[in-house]
Structures are given as C-alpha cells and as structure tokens.
C-alpha cells in the first residue's frame, strides 16, 4: 500500500508540473511578438535612398525588425498602404523651452503636430539655466512631470555671463571668465549637450572671440557641440562665418550655425560666398554645419513697423527712458523690489537657485533687472500709443514736415527690403490683406511713403520679406545644412506667432519639394531627421532601421 501510494503522489505532482509548463507554453505564445506593427507602409528611412514598401515592428520603444512582409502578432497593427512613414523630424534650433516652462504648453502641440518629436532648446546665447534653475533641475522636472518631444539642452552664453557680469559691455576679468568656464562646466557635467551663443544679443554682442573661445573649449572637452547665432546676418555675413570658423578651430569644438541665412535686399547672394567658407573649413576636417527655416520672413514677432523708429520720434519731444524707469523703482527697498517682483514674474515658486541669484545683484543690477522687467518703454512707442499718435498727427499736419516723413519711410522700405516685398498681413481694410506696399500705392496713386504711413495709422500688420528665395533654395541644396524652425511653444493658437512654430517640417516639403522641386522627399527627410541625429551625436535616432528608438511619423 505505502508503495503505491508513494506512486498516487508521484504521478500527480508530475501531473501538476506538467499543467504549469504547459499553461506557461500556452500563455507565452498567447502572447503579441510586438507592440507596434505597421504594415504596407511606403518608408523613407533618413537615408538618401529613395522610398520603399515595408513594414516595421516596434517592441518597446526600438524598431525591432524592418522588412517586405513581417510575420507575427502585435498590440497594435496599423494598415498604412498609401501612407509615407519616416522618422520623427528633429528640430535643431527652437526655443519652446520658454514656453515649457508652463504646465500646459509642456505637450509642444504645434511641434507634434507637424512631427516633431525631438527639439533643442536654450539657444541664441539663452537658457532658464542657471538663472532660475539649475540644469539638472530643469532635466529631472520634465523627465517628473512629462513633456511632448524629446528635449536636448544647451547652456545660454549669454545667461551665464549675465548671471557673472550683468550686461556689462566689456571683457571679463579672469576671475570672472574662470567663473563662466564653471557654469559651463556644470551644466555639461549635469546633462547639457553644449552651448549656445547670440552675438547679436545683449549681453552676448559685447563677447570677443577669445571669451567665446576659451568657454568653447570646456564645451569641446566634453564631447559636446557649439551652436551659434552669429553676429551678424546682413553685410557682415561674411565675417560672421569666418568668426565661426575660427572659433570652430581655436577651440577644436564641432560647431553649428543657427538659422543660417543673409537678410536685407542688397546684402543677397552673400550667401554663396559664405557657403564657400564652410565647405573650404570643412575641407581641412573642421566639424561645420548649419540649419534653416524655409521662409523669407524672420524673428518671433514676424511684423514690422513701416515707420523707423527715429522717423517716429522726430526732435524735441521728450519721451519716456530707461533711467526713468530705474528712478521710478529705485526709492524701493531691496525687499519691495523682490516682492514686487513675486507678483509679476512667471517663473514661480521660486527655486532656490533664482533666491541665490537675486540676491547676488547689486544694488543698481536689482532696480534695473525687476524695474524693467516690469514696466518697458516699448509700451509708449508706436501708433497705439494716444500721445506718441496725437504728436505724430501734429507733425504731419505741416506739409514740409509730411513731405519729409513720407520720404524718410519711403527710403527705410527700399533699404530694408523694397516696397514689393513688404506684404501686409493683417489689417481692417481686408482688401489690402496679402498685398505689397507697393501695389497698395499703385491702388491709390500715391507714394510709397504716404501710403506706408496710412497703412501704419490704421494699425496693419507687415511682414518684410528678408530672404531671397533664391538664397533659401541654395542653403536647403548643401548636405550640411539641417532643419530648425526657431519657433516657439505658445498659448496654443494665441498671439500673432511666426508661422514657422507651426509648420516649418511640413512647409519644407509642400513647397519645396512637392511645388518647386528644389531638393528630394529624400533629401528633405535626411535634412530633418537623420543629418539631424548625426549633427548632435545620436546614432539610434533619425532612421528608419533595426535596433533604432522608435520615434516615427506617418
């Protein structure tokens, strides 16, 4: 009996042993070999080869497997016949971290939207960081709190010397300079993939070429990238670029020039010779490369007054300054200030390190820094302003008065960019919507002046057409020059916006692929996503490829 019982107990765990490895087999090959399968799509991978059929099997976030015909189960299969996929763009030069900043702008909609799924941020010389918080915080905040695209940063040349020297026009002492290689430093050390500079920004304008070369250098040291907006994109284009070139060299840094064109009618075709200047630097095995937006128009705010600034002031009139506002908030105590500061800024609860900087201004740097930033004179300026209107008005009542007013406008426009290149955008005659100053005039047979000045009165907005088409079409032509929009993360939908925060990607490909012909669907893909990738040192991003992160677009 105990002999068969032993052999009762023996049979049945062998019998419950087998129900498990079976119930385990069976619940494996249950399972989905993917997450993500898509079949039937028309692929263009990043590489210059044209487009093919495939399907691609995603597992986690890395394409696992790209071929003809893939076998298997997944999550979730999209049927994508009639339908490109590629990889998602890489946005070389934005600034949305500004926007970032607030929890509901965090999802950069109108990047996703046009398939951007990695953006780089703190550029122009300007970052949050260490301002108002450190690299490392701003990195592990996002990461906590989540946001849409990918996001690399760069330390602002021009926030770390204002942070050292306030906006001091000039060079830095060698304590100083030795205090920005730290900042630098630091920020490379918490995650920062390299620095940027806005040479045409205050403070970074007042920067020689040695102080950007020896802060460069700590950048290079890390392995990490220099992306410039250079100081000075009209006649001095060629200047510029040998700037940074020689600082390319002096520094042994890979270095990268931001939105890269010439603006202003008689400064184009100057970009011919200054390409020639990069591939001549790029011939002796210097890292160089550019990006560009396809538009003619530029800046954040792309409208511009039709009437010049000293044109607007004429002489005599006492307007409101700087030093008026610094009188205004300079009775204040160092507490008022920054209590007055608390209720006005964006960049709330305050960090600890935005603490530390306030207080490390001095007396005159805190008036100026929170008395500015609260009250500008840009709010007295312009034809909405009643009293800057009414003198206006008075002046043109005088005919010698107008007749020089209307020519001193007339004058700018042509300078600048030619009456028929100045279109208006905006304005309550709707008529006029989408016209130039030019053929507005030749409508009212009148001056180009006169009619600049009406259009301004009446509150129109103008867009100047900066770039030459010409121009553009020969930058997006080289194999170094990548894609950045220089767009922002606005309220969605709110303000009068460059319309490249919108559709940068997919405006390069409508017209200068599809309607004008200028590059390849090929070329424009690489140009926004592998060239991208390879620009800022990341192989497993911007293909379409086996063991590669799964960012994609369709």
């Not at 970052?127 to 690399?152: H, L, T, V, Y």
């Not at 007339?410 to 100045?422: Q, S």
Request: proline share 4%; hydrophobic share 40%.
């Amino acid at each position: 009996m105990k002999l068969k019982a032993f052999w009762q107990v023996k049979f049945f765990l062998l019998f419950v042993l087998c129900l498990v490895f079976s119930a385990g087999f069976f619940l494996q090959s249950s399972l989905p070999d993917y997450d993500l399968l898509i079949t039937k799509a028309t692929v263009v991978d990043g590489t210059l080869q044209p487009p093919y059929q495939a399907d691609v099997a995603v597992k986690g976030d890395l394409i696992v497997e790209v071929a003809k015909k893939i076998k298997g189960t997944a999550k979730r299969t999209i049927n994508a016949r009639g339908l490109y996929l590629t990889p998602g763009f890489i946005d070389l030069h934005t600034h949305v971290d500004r926007g970032m900043y607030f929890p509901e702008n965090r999802a950069c909609l109108n990047y996703l939207k046009q398939g951007v799924t990695t953006v780089v941020v703190g550029q122009c010389g300007s970052s949050a960081w260490p301002i108002f918080e450190k690299a490392e915080d701003q990195i592990k905040r996002w990461r906590e709190e989540g946001i849409g695209p990918n996001a690399a940063l760069l330390i602002g040349h021009g926030t770390v010397r204002r942070l050292v020297m306030g906006d001091e026009n000039r060079a830095p002492t060698p304590v100083e300079l030795g205090r920005m290689k730290e900042l630098v430093r630091e920020a490379m050390e918490q995650g920062a993939y390299g620095m940027s500079t806005g040479l045409i920004y205050l403070p970074g304008r007042y920067a020689k070429t040695d102080e950007v070369i020896e802060l460069a250098k700590v950048v290079a040291s890390y392995g990490g990238i220099y992306h410039t907006h250079i100081r000075n994109e009209r006649d001095q284009l060629l200047e510029a670029v040998k700037e940074a070139i020689e600082i390319a060299e002096k520094a042994g840094v890979q270095t990268h020039i931001s939105h890269f064109k010439v603006m202003g009618r008689k400064n184009w075709g100057l970009v011919r010779q200054a390409c020639e200047l990069i591939e001549k630097a790029r011939a002796r095995d210097l890292e160089i490369t550019a990006d560009q937006y396809p538009f003619r128009f530029s800046s954040g705010y792309p409208y511009r007054s039709l009437i010049p600034i000293s044109t607007w002031r004429g002489e005599g009139q006492e307007r409101l300054t700087n030093r008026d506002i610094d009188n205004i908030f300079g009775h204040l105590s160092d507490k008022e200030l920054i209590d007055l500061y608390q209720k006005t800024t964006p960049y709330i609860p305050f960090h600890e390190h935005h603490w530390q900087f306030l207080r490390s201004l001095s007396r005159e740097r805190l008036v100026q820094y929170i008395g500015r930033s609260i009250l500008s004179t840009e709010y007295f300026q312009g034809p909405e302003n009643p009293r800057e209107r009414m003198f206006f008005y008075k002046r043109l009542q005088d005919p010698q008065e107008a007749a020089k007013i209307y020519q001193e406008v007339e004058n700018y426009i042509e300078e600048l960019v030619g009456a028929e290149n100045f279109i208006v955008g905006v304005c309550v005659e709707k008529k006029y919507e989408g016209r130039s100053i030019r053929e507005i005039a030749t409508m009212k047979k009148q001056s180009v002046g006169k009619t600049a000045v009406e259009l301004e009165m009446m509150g129109a907005k103008c867009i100047p057409l900066q770039m030459s088409e010409k121009d553009i079409e020969y930058i997006m032509e080289k194999e170094w020059v990548g894609t950045g929009s220089d767009g922002v993360a606005p309220f969605y939908g709110i303000g009068l916006t460059h319309i490249r925060s919108y559709s940068t990607f997919l405006h390069k490909i409508k017209k200068y692929v599809l309607e004008r012909k200028t590059i390849s669907l090929p070329q424009a893909i690489r140009s926004q996503t592998a060239l991208a990738a390879e620009i800022m040192g990341w192989p497993d991003r911007g293909r379409i490829k086996k063991g590669a992160k799964a960012d994609t677009i369709k």
